[in-house]
């Protein structure tokens, strides 16, 4: 599978995007393997501190809040792309 990584996830990883020689693993099996990769930093990315799911995740373009969350099934075939939350900006009042 390949995996991308946006942002400052890019920054933790030192890379675009990798692939893994993963055959029908959940989501959150492929993450725990990115973390051994990565380390504490990109868990702390990934999750908050309570554990929850803090990245939006998208497998061939659909997020995984609309399938089965961190038990979405991913096979080899699968682009898994991994966006940190954005955050900032400024609205102009009416």
């Known amino acids: 599978m390949i995996i991308k990584f946006f942002a400052n996830l890019r920054e933790i990883t030192k890379d675009h995007e990798i692939t893994l020689k993963l055959e ?7 993450l725990l393997v990115l973390e051994k990769k ?3 930093d990109f868990r702390d990315v990934v ?9 939006r995740i ?5 997020n995984i809040e609309y399938l089965e969350g961190l038990d979405t ?22």
Do not use: C
């Open 58 to 62: 998208l497998i061939n373009g659909r």
């Open 47 to 55: 999750f908050d501190p309570e554990g929850e799911l803090y990245v």
């Open 38 to 40: 990565y380390g504490r």
């Open 73 to 94: 099934q991913v096979t080899g075939d699968d682009t898994v792309s991994l966006f940190p939350p954005v955050a900032g900006g400024s609205h102009a009042e009416l």
């Open 24 to 30: 029908n693993v959940k989501v959150k099996d492929a």
